[in-house]
């Protein structure tokens, strides 16, 4: 359960779309505080799901060969299906080329970061919570939430592996924030030019972590389910 929680959150940590959307948070006249709103919401998301799963298992992983294991085997599988399949169809979208500068038109993602920066202007840094909800890589989120069903809390060191899990998934938004609390003015230049170089690169890492991700659990069910 360790390692695959951990590889999960690494996965979580580098998607690059909440990232590009967070910079444009921070970015903003309030973008310390709205950052942390930003972060509030992500973590409430992360611990959201983890109390969910832990209070339907009780915090005892479920007996080998069990049903419940065997329902939770396959969950995984298919997540992880899910993963590679999404992972190749977003490698054979074809890539749009950024449209000319005198064109307004924006990726949806986009217009909801701009709305909500417009929505900080007029003094509510609130709508930044609900978008880490939404921003969430929810197929990644859900392979963590059935590896949490092996979690038993009986023992201090799951306690400390749900806690990094936690804070590994959040590891590039709070790096973010720092930069940002600590030197405002050199931050937001770099990280908006972080932002321009991810929307190049956005796909090729949103493939690549879909499809490793989604082989190792499947692998890793076949494996289970098999033995």
């Known amino acids: ?12 940590t580098l998607d690059p779309l909440p990232l590009m959307a967070f910079v444009l948070v921070v970015a903003h006249a309030r973008g310390v505080r709205a950052g942390l709103t930003f972060i509030s919401g992500w973590v ?8 969910l799963v832990l209070t339907l298992t009780g915090g005892q992983p479920p007996e080998p060969r069990s049903p419940p294991s ?3 085997l396959v969950a995984k599988l298919v997540i992880g299906v899910a993963l ?12 749009h080329d950024h449209p000319p500068s005198g064109n307004t038109a924006s990726p949806p993602r986009d217009r909801s970061s701009l709305s909500l920066t417009a929505r900080m202007d007029r003094g509510s840094i609130w709508p930044a919570a609900g978008l880490a909800v939404l921003l969430q890589p929810w197929g990644l989120v859900a392979a963590g939430a059935v590896t949490v069903v092996d979690a038993d809390t009986s023992h201090l060191s799951t306690w400390l592996v749900l806690c990094a899990f936690c804070v590994l998934a959040t590891a590039s938004l709070l790096t973010a924030e720092l930069y940002v609390a ?7 230049r770099r990280l908006l030019g972080l932002r321009t170089w991810m929307e190049g690169h956005s796909q090729q890492a949103i493939v690549l972590g ?7 659990l499947v692998g890793w069910s076949l494996y289970e389910l098999a033995g």
């Open 44 to 51: 409430a998301c992360l611990v959201a799901v983890i109390v």
């Open 210 to 216: 879909s499809v490793v991700i989604g082989l190792w």
């Open 84 to 95: 590679v399949v999404y992972g190749v169809r977003r490698h054979r979208r074809p890539v």
């Open 182 to 188: 600590l030197n405002p003015a050199a931050a937001q």
């Open 70 to 72: 065997t329902a939770s």
């Open 1 to 12: 359960m360790v390692f695959d929680l951990l590889l999960i959150a690494l996965a979580i």
